[in-house]
């Protein structure tokens, strides 16, 4: 225990302070006054005559005075039970009462006061849980207690005094041994354990391990909830309450603080209430959203009917055609105001909401249709399972037929599509391809992107508003596979477009499983700001609606699937979000103003990774901050800014951009040194994934440029038996070196396999070379050039380094590679070739460094023995291997195994990390052979 001083920059007073009170701090300084309890420390008060009370893991009560924190009574419980949490009620030590959630489920209340001879009885025991319980906080206004458990729940309990005090007394010890407890109601609304609860004048909040941060009403209805940080555990909870909302401030396993404001008196997303209506005749089969108060609705028997939808809805009958039975395809362009009609035998009307004039078929193309699509005012895109695209145009209601382009393959059709204000017409297939045809005679494909969107149907094309370059203009696409691609194109006077994949966002899969669309606020196109970006999509029967930037649920309503008709549409004069829906035999429309949506959670302190960190990569940028990659368990890469005062001293990290794509975790990362923006990652499934900024400098637009991994080529895993174990990982990756026009990479793995990859580019990564594999797991890897020698550097499980010559077998491997395009994977023995083995460590080896000087290649190690071994080998000219000089060790250098040790200052420093937590700084003397 240790205390602390605040100082304020205001005119408050320590003994103003209250406990929600916003107060501004110009430093929390730590005094020298310390003591260590005999016990894990539950809880902790300041009490109002001079003492500070503690309760610890087994029920035992200790008083200090707040000075000098002298030790002035101790005081243990009859019940002994461990605590998992515990909280402390009252002002003085002689109406103070302790209650612990104990490990045996139930809540144990007591007072010290009450103790003869330094014991004291439990007077109470609250069970109702079926888990350990992990919090509790007491409201005494409104005389509610919640225990928080790992049982996923939270339990709120109304605590009724034979001798009911004042609103702002606490209760006594007496009144608490006749207390009565009732249980008003259980919350269930997480996924995992709770951890924390807190009772507020209207409402709850809970906390737990899936991240989520729920708030609920008076009547214990979930009313809001979110993600409240990345990975795993929501850890704390603290909210400032006031009449028009509530500050929620949430601390996290990733490390951040994640503040957010919920407005009172808003309901939810998933509690805003529904319209429908039922048509005068039929059943609903089609709809289409045309503006806020408006719908289009197709009924059984050909009906289409305009629905009014106010206070009272009211059906207005706009067409009666037998040939609307057909129909597969009902499209509004708000631009023209205009709605299409599609049939299956390609029929096409049009009709506006703004004329009574009745409607009729314009055009017919006398193809069978599946889809029709606007791509601008007017340009109507139909096709079908014959597998071309059809470009209708429009003018003063008239339609004609501008060309016909056939696709690649049959029962294909677009899915998709936009136009540009020039010649550029962008379409997206059902097989997830996206192509780009060109007008200067006829229509033609200029661009094929083969299943950019996964096997899945493209959902939707935008084309924003160009940036001020106009040689670079901006496309956003998504996909049902589950993503949001950003991309740029340029196009050249030759009809030769360059589209680069700039970022990929994917919507946490417990909002959205696939990507039915989305909006862009503002009209705000910028590729490299998606703030105002709006994904919706389909989770089993729900339809969904979240901000891209802060991952806010901004509508959820249960449509009954992705199958049903519906439809979507922004607002942006009044900023709101309506989506119709059919479902039984009625429509149902929802609207949701979105005025805050993304302005109202902000990050205190930006988080890194919700799991554990396995591998950081890091270099200098141009602007003089450091760069770094980040690896972690939690399957994301991390690209993140540190920024340098003019002291050089780092300032608080940033996020510069999230790569995912990795199926498991990420063991290792390594920066290119070939090739500008580009990083390398490791890890589980045997996966290698090369990722590349389209930037200049280090910024959001990373994408996934080339992926290796044994798994996806083949169907039948049962009937190779070549295939690589799914378990096994790459634990290790060594930092590139350019070799013979290529960039080149080691990879060792769990099944003791050393992989060796070259890189003529960022966008292709090729196996060229194995090492076969040791009886072990390899756990460090190093490629070293030594003059124009490759030599590998290795270390594992067993306590060996290894050190082995590839020069001859790579050298020519990569030069087939660079003449003919393609190379057989050399096989490279260690036991019949050049290599040399020097047991290093009893067991793992799971720290190495190297490093060349003068002539002397020095070698460090640490090991799961809590050593450190130094190695000395002579390089010399014409051997292929170097000669071990000398060996020496430093046994128990750290108390727990060595994570890290890297050379410092030359040859003569070492800088070693442990489990220990600690990081230790050595100097070697080569001559004495010793590490100090």
Not at 102 to 116: K, M, Q, R
Not at 141 to 164: A, G, T
Not at 175 to 196: C, D, I, K, P, S
Not at 658 to 685: I, P
């Amino acid at each position: 225990m240790r205390l602390f001083r605040l100082r304020s920059s205001d005119s408050t007073t320590p003994d103003a302070l209250d406990q929600n009170a916003l107060v501004r701090l110009n430093s929390i300084v730590p005094t020298s006054t310390e003591r260590l309890a005999e016990d894990a420390i539950m809880a902790v008060k300041f009490l109002s005559d001079h003492h500070i009370g503690a309760l610890l893991a087994h029920n035992i009560f200790l008083v200090y005075d707040d000075v000098e924190l002298r030790l002035l009574s101790k005081v243990r419980c009859m019940d002994s039970s461990i605590l998992y949490s515990a909280l402390l009620i009252g002002s003085h030590t002689g109406d103070l009462v302790a209650v612990g959630g104990t490990v045996c489920n139930y809540l144990c209340f007591w007072s010290p006061a009450a103790a003869a001879n330094g014991v004291a009885p439990a007077f109470h025991k609250l069970s109702g849980h079926s888990g350990v319980i992990f919090s509790i906080d007491y409201h005494h206004p409104r005389r509610l207690l919640c225990s928080s458990s790992d049982d996923r729940s939270c339990r709120v309990y109304h605590c009724m005094f034979v001798e009911d005090s004042t609103a702002s007394a606490s209760p006594s010890v007496v009144q608490w041994l006749g207390v009565t407890f009732t249980l008003q109601y259980a919350l269930y609304g997480h996924e995992a354990r709770v951890w924390r609860g807190r009772i507020l004048s209207q409402f709850i909040v809970t906390v737990g391990e899936d991240t989520q941060c729920c708030v609920w009403s008076k009547q214990g209805k979930l009313i809001d909830h979110w993600a409240s940080h990345t990975g795993i555990n929501t850890w704390s909870v603290s909210v400032v309450e006031s009449e028009q909302s509530l500050l929620v401030f949430t601390g996290g396993a990733d490390g951040g603080l994640s503040v957010r404001e919920v407005e009172v008196g808003l309901t939810s997303p998933s509690q805003a209430i529904l319209s429908s209506s039922v048509p005068p005749v039929g059943k609903p089969v089609r709809l289409v959203v045309v503006d806020e108060a408006r719908l289009i609705v197709l009924a059984e028997g050909g009906l289409l009917f305009l629905v009014e939808h106010s206070d009272i809805p009211s059906w207005t009958l706009l067409w009666e055609d037998a040939a609307l039975k057909q129909t597969i395809a009902l499209r509004y362009n708000p631009t023209s105001q205009a709605v299409a009609v599609v049939t299956c035998v390609g029929k096409i009307a049009l009709l506006t909401t703004t004329s009574n004039i009745t409607p009729n078929w314009s055009f017919d193309l006398a193809v069978n249709c599946m889809e029709g699509l606007w791509a601008d005012s007017g340009t109507l895109i139909v096709s079908g399972p014959a597998g071309f695209i059809h470009i209708v145009t429009t003018e003063n209601g008239l339609l004609t037929l501008a060309g016909s382009v056939p696709l690649s393959g049959k029962n294909l059709w677009i899915t998709a599509a936009a136009r540009n204000p020039g010649a550029l017409l962008f379409c997206g297939d059902r097989s997830g391809s996206l192509r780009v045809l060109s007008k200067r005679v006829i229509w033609k494909d200029i661009y094929v992107g083969m299943h950019v969107h996964g096997n899945h149907e493209v959902s939707q094309i935008t084309l924003p508003e160009g940036s001020s370059d106009d040689s670079s203009h901006p496309v956003v696409t998504s996909g049902r596979s589950g993503a949001v691609i950003f991309w740029r194109y340029h196009l050249n006077d030759q009809d030769h477009l360059i589209l680069e994949r700039l970022r990929v966002i994917e919507p946490d899969n417990n909002s959205v499983e696939w990507v039915s669309g989305f909006h862009i606020l503002h009209g705000h196109g910028n590729p490299n700001n998606f703030d105002q970006l709006i994904i919706c999509g389909f989770r089993s029967t729900k339809f969904a609606a979240v901000h891209a930037g802060s991952g806010e649920t901004v509508m959820e309503v249960d449509c009954g699937g992705g199958h049903r008709s519906s439809s979507c549409a922004l607002f942006e004069s009044s900023r709101t979000l309506q989506f119709a829906f059919v479902k039984t035999t009625g429509v149902h429309w929802l609207s949701r103003c979105i005025g805050s949506i993304g302005q109202s959670r902000f990050q205190l302190k930006e988080p890194l990774h919700g799991l554990q960190i396995w591998s950081v990569a890091a270099s200098s940028s141009r602007t003089g901050s450091l760069v770094m990659a980040v690896g972690s368990e939690d399957t994301v890469v991390k690209i993140i800014r540190v920024g340098m005062e003019r002291a050089r001293l780092p300032v608080s990290p940033s996020v510069v951009a999230e790569c995912k794509g990795h199926l498991s975790s990420v063991r290792s990362v390594r920066l290119s040194s070939k090739f500008k923006n580009c990083v390398y990652s490791a890890g589980g499934r045997t996966q290698l994934v090369c990722w590349a900024c389209a930037d200049d400098i280090w910024s959001e637009n990373v994408v996934m440029t080339a992926e290796w991994s044994p798994y996806p080529v083949v169907r039948k895993q049962w009937s190779d038996k070549s295939l690589i174990d799914p378990d096994t990982r790459i634990m290790d990756l060594s930092t590139p070196v350019s070799f013979e026009n290529f960039e080149i990479l080691a990879a060792g793995s769990s099944d003791g396999t050393i992989r060796i990859f070259a890189l003529g580019s960022p966008n292709e990564i090729t196996l060229v070379g194995e090492i076969a594999p040791y009886p072990w797991c390899v756990l460090q890897v190093r490629l070293l050039l030594v003059g124009d020698q490759v030599l590998v550097l290795t270390a594992g499980t067993k306590g060996l380094i290894a050190v082995f010559n590839l020069t001859m077998p790579l050298r020519g491997t990569l030069s087939k590679l660079e003449d003919f395009g393609e190379t057989e994977v050399f096989k490279f023995d260690p036991a019949g070739q050049s290599s040399l083995s020097v047991l290093a460590h009893q067991s793992g080896v799971d720290a190495l460094d190297f490093v060349l000087f003068d002539g002397h290649l020095y070698i460090a190690t640490g090991g799961d023995d809590c050593s450190i071994c130094v190695f000395v080998m002579e390089v010399v000219s014409g051997e292929p291997l170097p000669i071990l000089m000398s060996k020496f060790k430093m046994e128990n250098a750290h108390s727990a195994q060595i994570s890290g040790i890297k050379f410092l200052r030359g040859t003569h420093h070492l800088l070693s990390a442990s489990k220990d937590q600690l990081i230790k700084m050595w100097e070697v003397d080569y001559d004495q052979k010793e590490v100090a």
